[in-house]
């Protein structure tokens, strides 16, 4: 059973490690990697003060290895496994003490898919990680469409106007600036309408 | 009349000489959250617990709002407590979630984030702290900045302060969204002993 983990959770964990080689392997889906990539990438560091960059698995195990071996940032995320085979992740396995050398860690993103494979054929990278296999839980710091209903809602009854009243007065320049009325706007997707 | 005319040229100017001093830049709307994540969490982990709310409350309390029909996503929001399932807290109801400082001070806020320049801009936000109840020289102090371009930024208030009265303005000094925070967190202590007045 793999814990399921969010972005603010991995980005507290990590600020708790020490600063030795601490890896993590995080499992989401394809559709996911892009923007975990980028957010890790963009707000790791006002967590553990380091410099983060992320390295894509895509051109092979060997490409993989001499950018590891180059690399000046304390902390590496390594993406881009999806097409590995099954010598691939031999290879990664027997390698993987390229990945311990006086960094802080780092991050593996992979699919689903390519979790089968690490588990089935990266035995010995796997039992260094232990317990830190995390499934990704996606967009939790994102407010839900309930609570932004419910957050409308409140609007309304705070001034007394209706959505279509906030977007007519806008339209005509007449709305107060009161910073609620932006929130108004930007929930109604009318966000062209603010200032 | 003329120094009516003359209170709105000084409140333009006040207003002016703010707005060219605060820095409203911002990397963008995620990585000012990640700021805010982590100056909270740091606040409950400090030595004298200046923030009660725990870590896995904060993660809760700490939203984020992006705009889903343009798909564009070039306007954000950053809500930190005052809902309820999404209700918003106008009337400082205690039990409507929020942060929590040792001292029974309580605080909520929201930040609009243009990312549409880049770097992204800071264009509105709402920090309003509660006193503990039994705190008779004031109730709450509410930092505003307003939208820009429209009837506030005219009579030159865009940023203001409301000092424990929904009624009263006055303007703000530059403060950043981050340095109100902190204010919130290590400033505005509640006194042992109150100084005679």
């Known amino acids: 059973m793999i814990t399921s983990i969010s972005l603010d959770e991995i980005l507290q964990r990590i600020s708790t490690y020490p600063q030795?080689?601490?890896?993590?392997?995080?499992?989401?889906?394809?559709?996911?990697?892009?923007?975990?990539?980028?957010?890790?990438?963009?707000?790791?560091?006002?967590?553990?003060?380091?410099?983060?960059?992320?390295?894509?698995?895509?051109?092979g195990i060997k490409q993989l290895n001499h950018q590891i071996q180059n690399v000046l940032e304390e902390f590496i995320i390594i993406f881009g496994l999806e097409y590995w085979n099954q010598e691939d992740w031999y290879n990664f396995d027997y390698f993987r003490s390229r990945l311990n050398q006086e960094k802080h860690g780092g991050i593996l993103i992979i699919s689903p898919n390519s979790a089968k494979m690490m588990l089935t054929y990266a035995p010995n990278f796997v039992s260094w990680l232990g317990s830190r296999i995390y499934s990704f839980q996606a967009g939790v710091e994102f407010l839900t469409d309930e609570e932004r209903e419910k957050r409308l809602e409140s609007l309304r009854e705070w001034s007394g106007l209706s959505d279509d009243e906030v977007i007519a007065k806008a339209e005509k320049?007449?709305?107060?600036?009161?910073?609620?009325?932006?929130?108004?706007?930007l929930f109604l997707n009318r966000e062209d309408l603010i200032g | 009349m003329d120094n009516n005319n003359n209170w709105e040229k000084i409140c333009?100017?006040?207003?002016h000489r703010i707005c060219e001093a605060i820095p409203l830049k911002v990397n963008s709307a995620k990585h000012l959250r990640g700021e805010i994540l982590k100056c909270l969490i740091q606040a409950h982990d400090h030595k004298e617990k200046i923030l009660l709310t725990k870590p896995d409350e904060i993660r809760k309390l700490l939203k984020l709002v992006k705009s889903q029909e343009t798909g564009q996503n070039k306007i954000f929001e950053i809500i930190g407590g005052g809902s309820k399932g999404g209700e918003k807290n106008f009337k400082r109801r205690k039990e409507i979630p929020h942060f929590e400082r040792f001292d029974q001070c309580w605080f909520d806020f929201f930040?609009?984030?243009?990312?549409?320049?880049k770097p992204a801009e800071v264009i509105g936000f709402?920090?309003?702290?509660?006193?503990?109840?039994?705190?008779?020289?004031?109730?709450?102090l509410r930092f505003d900045l307003n939208s820009?371009?429209?009837?506030?930024?005219?009579?030159?208030?865009?940023?203001?302060?409301?000092?424990?009265?929904?009624?009263?303005?006055?303007?703000?000094?530059?403060?950043?969204?981050?340095?109100?925070?902190?204010?919130?967190?290590?400033g505005l202590p509640i006194p042992d002993k109150r100084r005679s007045s």
Do not use: C
Request: proline share 8%; charged share 20%; hydrophobic share 35%.
């Open chain 2, 148 to 186: 820009p371009n429209h009837n506030n930024e005219e009579r030159g208030m865009r940023f203001h302060v409301h000092p424990s009265s929904d009624d009263f303005m006055i303007h703000s000094p530059p403060m950043t969204p981050l340095e109100i925070l902190h204010l919130f967190l290590y």
């Open chain 1, 20 to 59: 030795s080689n601490i890896w993590l392997a995080i499992v989401a889906n394809n559709s996911e990697h892009q923007e975990l990539i980028q957010d890790l990438e963009e707000i790791l560091s006002i967590f553990t003060g380091y410099n983060v960059v992320a390295i894509s698995g895509q051109e």
């Open chain 2, 126 to 140: 709402n920090f309003e702290i509660r006193f503990p109840e039994n705190y008779d020289p004031a109730k709450f």
């Open chain 2, 111 to 117: 930040i609009l984030i243009d990312e549409n320049p």
């Open chain 2, 12 to 15: 333009d100017q006040v207003q």
């Open chain 1, 173 to 185: 320049n007449q709305l107060p600036s009161d910073p609620e009325y932006g929130e108004w706007l």
